[in-house]
RNA sequence: GAUUCCGUAGCUCAGCUGGUAGAGCAAUACACUUUUAAUGUAUGGGCCCUGGGUUCGAAUCCCAGCGGGAUCACCA
């Protein structure tokens, strides 16, 4: 379909627009609509008589003559409203139904309804209707599902590309897919509340970086025109928000978009939203009590309850959850114990679970393909990975214990990564060792190890108190909520490639050539036309097809002859 | 990036071993004053994703491309 042309159906919404005109009928009028009610409210707490004014789509129409029940569409869900012509039109004069009601409004439009609610003979609450507004013309047709007796859905709006890329129409007509985006503002706002309930303060920091750093990943890089500088979209705000620690607040959060420049599937998007929480005289032991707790509130916000279902599985988010240390759960799905060992010992160990490596790989990588490989996967229960090598965590403190290890947790659910915390590492001077030992891993080939931020180190070295921090994935938690399996199900409007622009309306060389010729000759036999042409069956055909279809050549026939003239 | 499936009416989908496209819903017209996937009758609506090839003839077969899904790989 090409932008430029109009399908049969937009013509004739497009013919109802100039009739309603006509018909002094504003088809966008301006003045607010006193709305009262809503589907939902009035079929809950329903009230025989009530006066209600509601406003909506017209999502269906029934006409039966002098009467018709239509169903409209608000917010919060669907109302049937019946609609008696000579209710509507106590006079003589029957336009505004015999025309306007039953003609010149379509499916999609929106409109106002004020009356009085009531229940049809097979008890379905509806609204009958004394009075109705037209508050905006649709001028596309919108699909329309429909659900039968049985509850099975036909004619679904199922096509992937269409729903991501026109999610207002899926919205309009899906409704789960609503429920899920309600869902994830709950999912947000609960986690909100929970932190504010503890005083903890939201805050906004920079999405532009002159230094992607907090996290290693390929950044969105772009240019400041003023200070001529580089810019990047940050792929983390953790340093950004340690800082504020520095500052002396105790306990800061962030609903964050981050930006990443890598692949896409179904559970990475460009952009996604991360929270992280900083909290300052904790650790992440206390940090895991916090987390469980914030998860079994959400869950039970969101979704009234902590057994969730996920595919064929149930999971329970039920604090407390499970806690394993990365040495124990890498022995127990492997046989191998990482303690102590070398990075050649490691390799080996690798190589001999059939886990590919390369040279540039140091311990940490190394550890954490062996537990990635062999071990993530089956953390279907929530469980907290704990004591992750130094190598792999360079912002994260050192392990009370063991100098190998660091004091940080991620929590698997589902088998995926959903948090991610550490025992925030404060000593300065550590500090700007490990990023010394990222820009050697970087030099060795490693193209994700971080940028050293010495801002950040100044700041580290004014002093920051011993704090825990946690980030955790809003969208994979909401996919989790919702029992969604890909990430573009909970974002309104997913990174799509762009849409390609509608088909050129230029004439091809063939056509102007068949054309010119129709032009001198016209009329012209068809058959001797096409030996004239001298185009192969399908260009042929492609063309002549064109031009009939343009208006700019007529095909007529009499008897045997086909002839082929110039249209009118 | 690899493999694989898909792209036909506004929507959901048929279309066989090649012979100028079908259904339901939606639309248009008429009938019908409590229906609900309303109903009945009639009508209109298609660059069959794009480009090339094979063929007398391609929605159908072949090649290339574009777009999308799924699986895998990559990605803290």
Same mark, same amino acid.
């Given at each position: $379909? ?19 005109? =006509?018909?002094?009928?504003? &088809? /966008? &009028?301006?003045?607010? /609509? ?72 379509? #499916? ?34 919108? &699909? ?56 903890? #303060? ?16 390929? &950044? ?11 810019? !990047? ?5 953790? #340093? !950004? ?17 981050? %930006? ?23 650790? !992440?032991?206390?940090? $895991? ?81 062996? %537990? ?11 469980? %907290?990975?704990?004591? !992750? ?47 010394? =030992?990222? $820009? ?16 950040? #180190? ?111």
């Amino acid at each position: $379909m090409s932008v430029f042309e109009l399908s049969d159906q937009e013509v004739q919404r497009r013919e109802s627009l100039h009739k309603l005109r =006509e018909m002094g009928i504003d &088809p /966008y &009028p301006a003045a607010l /609509y006193p709305v009262t009610d809503y589907a939902t409210g009035i079929k809950e707490n329903f009230e025989e008589g009530k006066q209600v004014v509601l406003a909506g789509r017209l999502m269906s129409q029934r006409v039966m003559g002098k009467a018709s029940f239509a169903e409209i569409l608000d917010s919060t869900g669907r109302i049937q409203v019946y609609i008696n012509r000579d209710e509507i039109c106590p006079g003589e004069e029957k336009s505004l139904y015999n025309e306007v009601f039953k003609k010149l409004l379509d #499916l999609g439009d929106f409109i106002g309804v004020k009356g009085t609610v009531f229940k049809t003979q097979v008890g379905e609450i509806s609204v009958h209707v004394k009075e109705f507004t037209l508050l905006s013309k649709s001028l596309k047709p919108l &699909p329309l599902p429909k659900t039968d007796a049985d509850g099975k859905v036909h004619d679904a709006f199922t096509d992937p590309e269409l729903r991501y890329r026109q999610r207002y129409v899926d919205l309009v007509v899906n409704a789960h897919v609503k429920e899920t985006f309600i869902k994830r503002s709950k999912a947000m706002n609960s986690m909100r509340q929970f932190f504010n309930e503890k005083g903890y #303060l939201e805050v906004e920091t920079p999405i532009l970086q002159p230094i992607p750093g907090g996290a290693t990943a390929r &950044p969105f890089m772009t240019h400041h025109n003023a200070l001529d500088i580089p810019l !990047y979209l940050r792929v983390a705000n953790e #340093l !950004y928000l340690k800082r504020l620690i520095v500052g002396g607040f105790e306990g800061v959060y962030e609903f964050a978009k981050d %930006f990443r420049n890598e692949g896409m599937d179904r559970t990475h998007n460009p952009e996604f939203t991360v929270m992280e929480i900083y909290v300052a005289y904790k650790d !992440y032991n206390w940090m $895991m009590d916090f987390t469980e707790k914030m998860i079994e509130r959400v869950a039970m916000e969101v979704c009234g309850t902590t057994e969730i279902t996920v595919g064929d599985t149930t999971i329970s988010l039920k604090a407390p959850f499970a806690r394993v240390t990365m040495r124990e759960a890498i022995l127990h799905f492997t046989g191998f114990d990482i303690h102590g060992k070398s990075e050649d010992a490691l390799h080996a160990a690798c190589k001999s679970l059939g886990i590919e490596t390369d040279p540039t790989m140091g311990k940490g990588k190394l550890i954490d393909e062996l %537990f990635g490989e062999k071990c993530e996967g089956n953390y279907i229960q929530p469980t %907290f990975i704990t004591d !992750y090598p130094i190598e792999m965590s360079p912002l994260c403190k050192r392990h009370r214990q063991d100098p190998e290890l660091t004091e940080r947790f991620e929590l698997m659910i589902n088998g995926k990564e959903i948090a991610n915390a550490y025992s925030e590492l404060n000593d300065p001077i550590d500090q700007r060792e490990r990023f010394e =030992e990222q $820009m050697r891993l970087s030099e060795k080939g490693d193209d994700e190890a971080m940028f050293i931020d010495q801002d950040f #180190l100044r700041s580290l070295e004014y002093g920051m108190p011993p704090t825990s921090g946690m980030g955790i994935g809003i969208d994979r938690l909401v996919m989790l909520l919702t029992n969604n399996s890909s990430i573009q199900e909970v974002l309104f409007f997913p990174q799509m490639r762009p849409e390609v622009k509608g088909h050129k309306l230029e004439l091809s060389d063939n056509e102007k050539m068949i054309l010119e010729m129709v032009e001198k000759d016209a009329p012209i036999e068809l058959s001797t036309l096409k030996v004239r042409a001298g185009l192969s069956g399908k260009q042929w055909d492609i063309s002549i097809k064109v031009l009939t279809k343009q208006g700019l050549v007529k095909v007529t026939k009499e008897g045997e002859s086909v002839s082929v003239s110039i249209a009118d």
